[in-house]
């Protein structure tokens, strides 16, 4: 009996300091925004799936190191945001974004995709197929990043890349501190000669 007692005494006392622990677990801390920037596009491709590498009706790959990249969009609490509709754009191999929003000279790849969009799953899950971002102009390599969902606030953002700093100064974009919570390590994907990449995207209820 005592045995007993002290059981279900240590449960409850479990029990209780979980509880507690949940109660004062720190909210996540939301994402930063980031500027849209100029390349939002202003007529979205036909194609504007998950995979960025691969136009629909042609058969060549876009130039570049292939990216896996992936993540979950989570609340503060952690809760996931399902059916979040995550949009990504970015320049290709040679520094261009889709017409007609970009008119530079220079060549273009046909066979990058340049925008895509996908849902989140129930785990609040996103994955894209694209390629490593370039720098270019004063410009470091970077994805910029459309997050909306019904309960939570809409949010824009870039990713950026550990260690690749390119000739800006950080504090036009929020400064240096805010640039390496936006930044991302690239490690090598399953995938021989491609790149992985995880960028989490925390959102703030409305």
Do not use: C
Not at 54 to 69: E, I, P, S
Not at 71 to 79: M, Y
Not at 126 to 143: E, G, M, Q
């Amino acid at each position: 009996m005592s045995g007993s007692r002290i059981t279900r005494r240590t449960a409850v006392l479990g029990m209780s300091a979980a509880l507690a622990r949940k109660a004062w677990a720190a909210p996540l801390v939301p994402t930063p925004e980031q500027t849209a920037g100029p390349f939002y596009p202003s007529v979205f491709p036909d194609d504007r799936d998950a995979d960025l590498v691969v136009v629909k009706g042609r058969t060549a790959r876009a130039q570049g190191t292939v990216l896996y990249l992936s993540g979950r969009v989570t609340d503060t609490n952690g809760a996931p945001a399902v059916d979040a509709l995550v949009e990504i754009w970015q320049a290709d191999n040679f520094g261009h974004y889709l017409a007609p929003k970009d008119g530079g000279p220079g060549p273009r790849d046909p066979n990058f995709q340049g925008y895509g969009q996908v849902k989140t799953d129930a785990t609040g899950a996103y994955r894209f197929r694209t390629i490593r971002p370039v720098p270019y102009a004063s410009r470091p390599p970077h994805v910029h990043f459309q997050i909306t969902h019904p309960r939570l606030r809409p949010l824009i953002t870039q990713m950026y890349v550990t260690g690749e700093q390119g000739q800006e100064d950080p504090a036009a974009f929020g400064g240096q501190r805010v640039r390496e919570a936006l930044s991302v390590a690239l490690q090598p994907a399953t995938e021989a000669g491609a790149l992985a990449a995880r960028f989490d995207i925390v959102l703030v209820a409305r």
